[in-house]
Protein backbone atom coordinates (compact mmCIF):
# COMPACT_ATOMS: atom_id res chain seq x y z
CA UNK A 1 0.00 0.00 0.00
CA UNK A 2 1.21 3.17 -0.89
CA UNK A 3 1.53 6.29 1.14
CA UNK A 4 -0.99 8.32 -1.47
CA UNK A 5 -3.62 5.54 -0.97
CA UNK A 6 -3.14 5.28 2.56
CA UNK A 7 -3.88 9.39 2.99
CA UNK A 8 -7.01 8.61 0.80
CA UNK A 9 -7.90 5.58 2.75
CA UNK A 10 -7.52 7.59 6.66
CA UNK A 11 -10.17 10.73 4.80
CA UNK A 12 -12.65 8.13 3.78
CA UNK A 13 -12.80 6.25 7.66
CA UNK A 14 -12.86 9.93 9.23
CA UNK A 15 -15.81 11.47 7.83
CA UNK A 16 -18.92 10.48 5.85
CA UNK A 17 -18.81 12.37 3.04
CA UNK A 18 -15.70 13.94 1.51
CA UNK A 19 -16.38 17.73 0.25
CA UNK A 20 -14.17 19.93 -1.90
CA UNK A 21 -13.14 21.77 1.39
CA UNK A 22 -11.64 18.79 3.22
CA UNK A 23 -7.88 19.64 3.98
CA UNK A 24 -8.08 23.04 3.44
CA UNK A 25 -7.07 25.80 6.15
CA UNK A 26 -10.36 27.62 6.66
CA UNK A 27 -8.99 30.97 6.97
CA UNK A 28 -8.24 30.80 3.06
CA UNK A 29 -11.04 28.83 1.69
CA UNK A 30 -13.81 31.16 3.13
CA UNK A 31 -11.52 34.43 2.36
CA UNK A 32 -13.77 36.36 -0.44
CA UNK A 33 -10.06 37.73 -1.98
CA UNK A 34 -6.75 38.62 -0.84
CA UNK A 35 -6.40 41.30 1.83
CA UNK A 36 -4.40 43.71 -0.63
CA UNK A 37 -7.13 44.17 -2.78
CA UNK A 38 -9.61 45.29 -0.11
CA UNK A 39 -6.77 47.65 0.82
CA UNK A 40 -6.59 51.45 1.07
CA UNK A 41 -4.22 51.65 -2.13
CA UNK A 42 -6.58 48.95 -4.00
CA UNK A 43 -9.40 51.08 -3.83
CA UNK A 44 -7.44 54.26 -3.88
CA UNK A 45 -6.07 52.98 -7.61
CA UNK A 46 -9.86 51.68 -8.59
CA UNK A 47 -11.17 55.72 -7.76
CA UNK A 48 -8.24 56.69 -9.85
CA UNK A 49 -8.88 54.56 -12.73
CA UNK A 50 -12.50 55.48 -13.15
CA UNK A 51 -11.69 59.06 -12.78
CA UNK A 52 -8.98 58.52 -15.68
CA UNK A 53 -11.90 56.70 -18.00
CA UNK A 54 -14.24 59.04 -17.08
CA UNK A 55 -11.96 62.35 -18.16
CA UNK A 56 -10.88 60.04 -20.93
CA UNK A 57 -14.29 58.82 -22.64
CA UNK A 58 -15.61 62.20 -22.44
CA UNK A 59 -13.05 63.70 -24.69
CA UNK A 60 -13.38 60.92 -27.49
CA UNK A 61 -14.63 61.11 -31.12
CA UNK A 62 -16.77 58.04 -31.21
CA UNK A 63 -20.68 59.73 -30.31
CA UNK A 64 -21.09 56.09 -28.23
CA UNK A 65 -18.37 56.20 -26.13
CA UNK A 66 -18.07 59.90 -24.99
CA UNK A 67 -22.00 59.29 -23.98
CA UNK A 68 -20.52 56.17 -21.55
CA UNK A 69 -19.84 56.87 -17.79
CA UNK A 70 -17.71 54.62 -15.89
CA UNK A 71 -19.96 53.68 -12.90
CA UNK A 72 -17.64 51.58 -10.78
CA UNK A 73 -13.72 49.99 -11.25
CA UNK A 74 -13.48 46.79 -9.05
CA UNK A 75 -10.26 43.89 -8.95
CA UNK A 76 -10.93 41.11 -11.70
CA UNK A 77 -9.60 38.83 -9.84
CA UNK A 78 -6.13 40.96 -8.85
CA UNK A 79 -5.38 44.88 -9.26
CA UNK A 80 -3.94 43.43 -12.36
CA UNK A 81 -6.94 43.15 -14.12
CA UNK A 82 -9.38 45.60 -13.31
CA UNK A 83 -13.37 45.09 -14.46
CA UNK A 84 -14.89 48.51 -15.70
CA UNK A 85 -19.04 49.28 -15.23
CA UNK A 86 -20.22 51.37 -17.74
CA UNK A 87 -23.40 52.88 -17.40
CA UNK A 88 -25.14 53.22 -21.35
CA UNK A 89 -28.52 55.22 -20.63
CA UNK A 90 -26.93 58.31 -22.00
CA UNK A 91 -25.76 56.62 -25.20
CA UNK A 92 -27.85 58.01 -28.45
CA UNK A 93 -30.39 55.90 -29.70
CA UNK A 94 -30.27 53.81 -32.88
CA UNK A 95 -27.04 51.51 -31.24
CA UNK A 96 -27.22 48.51 -29.52
CA UNK A 97 -25.16 46.70 -26.90
CA UNK A 98 -22.79 45.09 -29.16
CA UNK A 99 -21.91 48.04 -31.16
CA UNK A 100 -21.23 49.81 -27.43
CA UNK A 101 -19.44 46.42 -27.00
CA UNK A 102 -17.39 46.86 -30.43
CA UNK A 103 -16.51 50.49 -29.66
CA UNK A 104 -15.03 49.77 -26.33
CA UNK A 105 -13.02 46.70 -28.01
CA UNK A 106 -11.34 49.32 -30.49
CA UNK A 107 -10.61 51.83 -27.96
CA UNK A 108 -9.09 49.67 -24.98
CA UNK A 109 -5.50 50.25 -26.07
CA UNK A 110 -6.32 54.16 -25.92
CA UNK A 111 -7.98 53.84 -22.54
CA UNK A 112 -5.29 51.98 -21.21
CA UNK A 113 -2.62 54.53 -22.40
CA UNK A 114 -4.88 57.25 -20.83
CA UNK A 115 -4.86 55.10 -17.60
CA UNK A 116 -1.67 54.69 -17.28
CA UNK A 117 -0.31 58.10 -17.83
CA UNK A 118 -2.25 58.92 -14.81
CA UNK A 119 -1.20 55.98 -12.83
CA UNK A 120 2.27 55.07 -11.15
CA UNK A 121 2.60 51.61 -11.32
CA UNK A 122 4.68 49.75 -13.26
CA UNK A 123 2.53 47.66 -15.15
CA UNK A 124 -0.73 48.87 -16.54
CA UNK A 125 -3.82 46.90 -15.43
CA UNK A 126 -5.71 45.33 -18.13
CA UNK A 127 -9.31 46.77 -18.53
CA UNK A 128 -12.15 44.66 -18.93
CA UNK A 129 -15.65 46.33 -19.82
CA UNK A 130 -18.91 44.94 -18.52
CA UNK A 131 -22.63 47.09 -19.46
CA UNK A 132 -24.57 47.79 -16.54
CA UNK A 133 -27.90 48.69 -18.90
CA UNK A 134 -27.54 46.35 -21.78
CA UNK A 135 -29.55 47.26 -25.15
CA UNK A 136 -31.59 44.58 -26.40
CA UNK A 137 -33.40 44.21 -29.79
CA UNK A 138 -36.13 46.71 -30.02
CA UNK A 139 -39.24 44.70 -30.26
Avoid at 108 to 122: M, Q, S
Wanted: aromatic share 6%; proline share 6%.
Amino acid sequence: MTKQYSKQHDTHECCQDIHEDDGIDPRRYFQSSPAYERSRKGLQLCGQVAKLLNEALVGWDSPILASLFVVTVVPAPTLGRLEVVVDTTQVPTGFMSHDIRDELARANRGLRVAVGEGITRKYVPELIFRLAAPREVPQ
